[in-house]
């Protein structure tokens, strides 16, 4: 196309107005005189009226109003009203074509999916993947009836994860300037998974710490009333692997290649510990329990990584400990 035969108006209007161009319109009589406008095609331009002047159409910068330009094409009046009328089918196919693709009015492409928005839609009704569903089952799988081996495929895992687990204690040793795991442990000693509003007593009696298991006879009595405290043991391990989540993800965003190390040990751990939960899960589907859901407003913020990171680490070796002692006397008893 000749640019010439754009109107100046169209080469200054802003990138969301559609420019119509009507083929094969015969000029009108009251627009101008058949001498100044020959019938063709594509008339020449011609002087738009001085009505144009009071042009009601105006955008919120005048600069690009329609009645700037001087010059009104194929020699026809200005109609305000279809050139708005075709301004506001325009938007509204826009809008149509944004709901239908799933954006909203704001968006220019595909939405952006921040934490955040993932966070407050789950604050809102849905958990985590990593804990709502560990063992990534379909709705189709279906749940069997409680053996013995459910209980020992939590014991083996639980053991396993511990054994993988504390293969790194020293690294913890080291970023704490320590001469050994037992010195830093006897230092840093606060509670954590012990604090939780879930906790009781038999989810991790206090007698148990790290490297040294529960009297026996104590685990035996814990026996009778086991399907009173697994709810709660099933949140406290739903509660480390959130946390683990959180601390691996903590360390690989502050950008210290010093922590990069550390964080995928940590990620491998959540892993090892979430294939804990699957088997758990089975369990609890197995004898009809109710799992309560943890959000990730119920996981707490670690705003320090160096101590908090510590008491994490501490207490998933701790807990771990525990529950292979726990579910391999389950395991062993007629329940």
């Excluded at 560990?134 to 511990?162: F, G, H, L, R, W």
């Excluded at 993988?164 to 442990?185: C, G, I, M, P, R």
């Excluded at 210290?256 to 899960?281: G, H, P, W």
């Amino acid at each position: 196309m000749d640019p010439m035969s754009i109107p100046d108006f169209a080469l200054h209007r802003q990138s969301t107005t559609v420019i119509v161009r009507m083929k094969d319109v015969k000029p009108v009589a009251s627009c101008c005189h058949p001498e100044e406008c020959p019938v063709q095609d594509f008339p020449k331009d011609r002087h738009r009226p001085s009505g144009c002047e009071q042009c009601t159409r105006t955008r919120l910068i005048r600069q690009y109003s329609d009645c700037d330009s001087g010059i009104v094409e194929k020699c026809r009046p200005y109609k305000s009203r279809a050139a708005r009328s075709r301004y506001v089918n325009v938007c509204a196919a826009v809008c149509l074509l944004l709901v239908i693709g799933g954006l909203s009015p704001r968006s220019s492409a595909a939405p952006y999916r921040s934490r955040t928005m993932d966070r407050n839609r789950r604050d809102s009704g849905e958990e985590n993947h990593l804990w709502r569903n560990p063992c990534s089952y379909n709705d189709s799988d279906s749940k069997s009836p409680y053996s013995s081996n459910n209980a020992n495929q939590v014991a083996q895992q639980a053991i396993y994860a511990y054994q993988q687990a504390v293969l790194y204690k020293d690294e913890f040793t080291k970023l704490h300037s320590f001469d050994n795991f037992d010195s830093l442990l006897a230092t840093w000693n606060d509670d954590w998974l012990r604090k939780f509003p879930f906790y009781r007593e038999e989810v991790l009696p206090h007698n148990k710490v790290l490297f040294q298991e529960v009297p026996d006879e104590e685990v035996t009595s814990l026996m009778s009333k086991i399907d009173e405290v697994l709810p709660s043991m099933y949140t406290a391990l739903k509660m480390i692997v959130a946390s683990l989540n959180k601390l691996s993800e903590s360390l690989q965003n502050d950008g210290i290649s010093a922590d990069e190390q550390l964080a995928n040990n940590i990620s491998q751990t959540m892993k090892d510990v979430r294939a804990v939960l699957c088997y758990f899960y089975d369990l609890m589907q197995s004898r009809d329990l109710e799992i309560a859901p943890l959000y990730d407003s119920d996981v707490p913020d670690i705003e320090n990584k160096l101590e908090t990171g510590l008491y994490i680490y501490r207490d998933t070796l701790n807990y771990l400990e525990y529950l292979g002692q726990v579910f391999k006397k389950m395991a062993e008893t007629d329940l």
